[in-house]
């Protein structure tokens, strides 16, 4: 953690582990993620918001981001989720979900994508936070998303 977290870190570690073992997610590439104390490829951090932008320049107080071997996690995004999320009225599990998704695909190697086409699932590395660009809402890696640099 950084900062002042109110979170349950408890749950945290829970749900990211669950998600990045999702048989949806990163998992059909048959690769998996264990937790382990020290010495891993990267690392999952819960971060107040205002710790954010000390990850990286390219990291705000706004969003989640990646910056080297830091996979950094809002707080505020993680118990709130964001305004086009919360007036689609889903989930804040998804919501989590994505965001854990999102965030480790650019650990994997992935930048930033688009929307596909109008009503289409958004792919996971859309910044589906900010905005659809007409695709639909969705949390797991596409099967065009299966591949990884690292």
């Not at 979170?7 to 998600?19: H, K, P, R, S, V």
């Not at 990291?59 to 989720?81: F, K, L, P």
């Not at 689609?88 to 086409?117: F, M, P, Q």
């Not at 969705?138 to 591949?147: I, T």
Request: proline share 3%; hydrophobic share 35%.
């Amino acid at each position: 953690t950084r900062g002042a977290i109110y979170a349950d870190f408890n749950e945290f570690q829970t749900l990211a582990n669950q998600t990045l073992n999702d048989s949806r997610g990163w998992a059909r590439m048959g690769i998996s993620f264990k937790q382990v104390s020290s010495s891993g490829n990267f690392t999952i951090v819960l971060a107040q918001s205002s710790q954010m932008p000390m990850f990286s320049s390219g990291c705000s107080a706004e969003w989640s981001c990646t910056a080297g071997n830091y996979v950094a996690i809002n707080q505020d995004r993680w118990m709130n989720a964001s305004a086009p999320w919360n007036a689609a009225k889903k989930s804040l599990r998804d919501y989590r979900n994505l965001v854990i998704n999102h965030e480790v695909g650019h650990w994997l190697g992935h930048g930033d994508t688009n929307c596909n086409g109008i009503g289409q699932s958004a792919p996971v590395m859309q910044q589906q936070s900010i905005d659809l660009e007409g695709c639909v809402f969705n949390s797991w890696p596409l099967a065009s998303e299966l591949w990884v640099t690292r």
